[in-house]
């Protein structure tokens, strides 16, 4: 698939997942808005992404992006959620950079995309925290 088809992609992942969202929330009681004390944080009434530099089980800087959908998510709501902010990564990262973009899900409606970093210098490490809190605003 050609790289500029991707976005268009992208966005029509994100219209599904805030629809079926949209469905699933419908009769809920309106959420309060999250707490965190990390780096970046931003919020909408439907999810919650946090930017943060994580680590890894060997020690190494992970930068990430924690994902919070609304209590009761599916876990493929949650996934296509990840993808959708994966491709998004991937996209804005710049070819020269070598590092791999990962998602993880959890079972409790969480998620984070992640950076395994190549050289996992602190240069590196603050190059790729940059480029997510971009993302995430």
Not at 25 to 43: H, I
Not at 58 to 64: A, D, F, I, S, V
Not at 66 to 72: F, S, V, W
Not at 109 to 132: F, H, K, N
Request: hydrophobic fraction near 40%.
């Amino acid at each position: 698939m050609p790289r500029a088809a991707l976005p268009d992609l992208a966005a029509l992942l994100w219209a599904q997942t805030n629809a079926c969202m949209s469905l699933a929330t419908a009769n809920e009681a309106p959420q309060k808005k999250a707490e965190t004390t990390m780096r970046s944080t931003s919020e909408t009434t439907e999810t919650t992404k946090t930017v943060s530099q994580g680590q890894s089980r060997y020690g190494t800087p992970e930068p990430q992006i924690e994902l919070r959908l609304p209590k009761g998510a599916s876990h493929r709501l949650v996934s296509a959620a990840l993808h959708e902010l994966a491709a998004k990564v991937e996209m804005a990262t710049p070819e020269r950079e070598r590092w791999i973009v990962q998602t993880e899900s959890f079972y409790d409606a969480r998620g984070r995309v992640y950076l395994e970093l190549s050289d996992a210098t602190p240069t590196e490490a603050d190059r790729a925290l940059a480029l997510l809190k971009t993302l995430v605003g």
